[in-house]
């Protein structure tokens, strides 16, 4: 829904900016685009980008490929019946994020531990957590930089757009403003296109750095249910 509203957003904005700046007839979005001079491939570029990494950042934060509930249940059941080494296979045959911090923490945890023992697999359970935060939200940062890049790419357009409009106006075209309207409107179209396409990322990046957050906690608390269904014996020194 993010994905296809932004897209949306993008076209109907640049529409818009055709209509300001004056346009000729052919207002398709092809003739947009050439009229928007060579800052439209790289923003292009700039929207492919954001598409394919939004699309990859939603997939990546949902709570499903963290901790699903039937896995959660199933690894509670080897936790209360202190089946560590079943845990552990259960963990390693599945590629979510609570199995595979699992799979690093548990060798830490053998039958009948003492409190050592848990400070360690509690200390691992962390540090594998935060190593898979680190890495998916090294793609949230990647929306980051395409809303910083865009709307300078866009702003770029702008002033070639301006500097080719004095250009003409230099060269004879003071009396005669239609001749540097196509300047005028590589300038708009550029400048819209880069905010279409910045805007939305930006968005796009605050929630789903709020989601990876959300899908983080959720999975500890997770691991600390587990931890909590392990017999008396095996927590006591």
């Known amino acids: ?3 296809r509203t932004s897209l949306l957003a993008i076209l109907s904005l640049l529409f818009t900016a055709n209509l300001h700046a004056q346009a000729p007839a052919d207002t398709s ?3 947009m685009i050439q009229q928007g001079g060579w800052a439209m491939y790289p923003l292009a570029l700039c929207s492919l980008a954001f598409l394919y990494i939004a699309i990859h950042c939603y997939r990546e934060t949902s709570l499903t490929n963290f901790a699903p509930s039937p896995q959660v249940q199933q690894l509670a059941h080897h936790f209360a019946n202190c089946e560590l080494e079943t845990a552990h296979q259960t963990a390693q045959a599945s590629d979510t994020i609570l199995a595979r911090t699992l799979s690093r923490a548990l060798p830490k945890l053998a039958p009948y531990s003492g409190p ?5 697999f509690e200390t691992e359970m962390g540090n594998a957590l935060s190593d898979e935060q680190s890495a998916i939200s090294q793609w949230t940062h990647y929306l980051s930089v395409v809303a910083n890049v865009a ?12 500097i080719g409009g004095f250009q003409t106006m230099a060269s004879g075209g003071m009396g005669r ?5 196509g300047d005028i409107g590589e300038a708009l179209i550029t400048t819209a296109t880069g905010l279409c396409i910045g ?10 750095n709020n989601r990876l957050q959300s899908a983080i906690n959720e999975t500890t608390r997770h691991a600390n249910h587990l ?3 392990l017999p008396k014996q095996q927590t006591a020194s």
């Open 177 to 181: 403003p239609e001749l540097f309207a």
């Open 29 to 31: 979005l092809w003739s």
């Open 199 to 208: 805007i939305p990322a930006m968005v796009a990046h605050s929630i789903f």
């Open 116 to 120: 050592q023992d848990l400070e360690l």
């Open 227 to 229: 931890l909590d269904q």
């Open 151 to 162: 709307p300078m790419i866009g702003l770029l357009g702008t002033v070639s757009g301006m």
């Open 1 to 3: 829904m993010l994905l």
